[in-house]
Each structure stands twice: as C-alpha cells, then as structure tokens.
C-alpha cells in the first residue's frame, strides 16, 4: 500500500506570495490533516479533512486554509506569506475514527525570504 | 483541554544502554495515546500506540511503553539502545470523543546514541 505522498517537498517563497502545498493520502483514507513543524512551536495542528469537510481547525490565522477533494486528495494554502510561516508541512492520513492509527507523509519544506 | 508533556528535550544514552524517554499527558478523557519517531529530513513514523486493553504495548525496533493512568505517564522504553535510534520521538495524545482526529504533541525528546 503506497503511503502519504506529499508535494512539493522542498519550495522557497518570497514575503508576500502565496503558496499550495498537495497531500495524497493512503488508499482508503478519508480523513486528512495537516500539521506544522518548526523548531519553536515545535508540531501544531493545523486543521482535519473527513469526506470533503473541515472537521477540526487549529489555532492559526485565516491565511492558512485547505479543502479536500472527492477522492480524499487534499491541498492547504497559505497566502500572503510571511518569513515565520517557514516551516515542515506534514501531512498526515487516518480512516478517521478517533483512536485510528495516523500516517505521515514526509513532509513539504516550505522557505520563505 | 489535553496536553503531553515530555521531561528532558535531550537524552544521550550509550550504545547498549537502557533507553528511558518520559512523556505525562493530562486529559479530560480517557486517551489515545502514540509515540512517533522523526529521523532527520524525514516525516514522522508511527512507534506504538495505546487504545485500550493491555496497558504494555510493543511497538517497532524493539521499544514499548506501558500506560499508567494512575500516573497519567506513557514512557517509551527500549533495553538497548542502537546507534540507529538517534531520532527524535515524539509522544501524542488524541481524545476518544467526537469521532475526529486530532493529535496533541509534546515538544518531542532528541535521542543521541554514543558508542
């Protein structure tokens, strides 16, 4: 079974632009969320896809969204991008029960200068 | 609310030594509880996870971890440390209820393995 596939995995961006970042998960997965690393907040939830609808949401300002597709392949977008949204962006799949075991892909490395 | 504390964010062990990462959760509901290891450059992998049942769970590479509600602690154990265990682990809680799934994550314990 092919695992969480996450792309890009490595982008710079200046201040201002805005970037998509693409996540497909495990065959049979409906549940998507998304995660950011940095070496000061350490790992923060950023917001969960089930069956196409945001479920869950972090505490992050509006810049950062995402959506899920019809076939549990999802996308996160961050726009007017700012240097501290420099980040490892993981991603990560579950059938979506709570308790179910959640996958991680490997992650887009996101630079902004 | 629920939180993971790790105790120490670095630990150095020597190669064949007992590995002892320490992790307490606080929750308001009984938890899910994982440990997931990062390498460098790399997502995180899933160790071991704890639902229900049997409170010393085995995971990869030879570590577990035992749940202790009375303690409200999950630590990672493995009795020998290899030199490929240098990672960094983290541990995680999610709450039962609702249905969604959310990962809470402690700052995470840098292990180093000298030989």
């Known amino acids: 079974k092919a695992g969480v596939t996450q792309t890009p995995r490595y982008l710079i961006k200046t201040r201002g632009q805005q970037v998509t970042l693409s996540c497909s998960p495990i065959s049979g997965h409906r549940s998507v969320s998304w995660y950011q690393q940095t070496p000061g907040q350490g790992l923060q939830f950023l917001f969960e896809?089930?069956?196409?609808?945001?479920?869950n949401k972090g505490n992050f300002p509006g810049r950062f969204s995402g959506r899920q597709f019809s076939n549990s392949r999802s996308e996160m977008n961050v726009s007017t991008l700012e240097l501290g949204d420099s980040a490892l962006y993981l991603c990560?799949?579950?059938?979506?029960?709570?308790?179910?075991?959640?996958?991680f892909g490997e992650g887009s490395w996101l630079t902004v200068v | 609310a629920q939180s993971v504390t790790q105790l120490g964010s670095h630990v150095s062990v020597s190669e064949g030594a007992l590995v002892l990462l320490r992790c307490n959760y606080s929750s308001s509901v009984p938890p899910y509880l994982f440990w997931y290891v990062q390498y460098p450059n790399q997502g995180l992998q899933l160790l071991l996870k704890y639902t229900t049942g049997a409170t010393l769970v085995k995971g990869i590479n030879g570590f577990e971890a035992e749940f202790k509600k009375s303690e409200t602690s999950f630590h990672l154990t493995k009795p020998s440390a290899h030199m490929s265990d240098a990672a960094e682990y983290f541990c995680a809680v999610s709450v039962k209820s609702g249905g969604y799934n959310k990962l809470i994550f402690g700052a995470g314990t840098r292990l180093a393995v000298h030989p």
């Open positions: 990560a799949s579950s059938p979506g029960d709570a308790g179910n075991t959640i996958y």
């Open positions: 896809y089930f069956s196409e609808t945001q479920r």
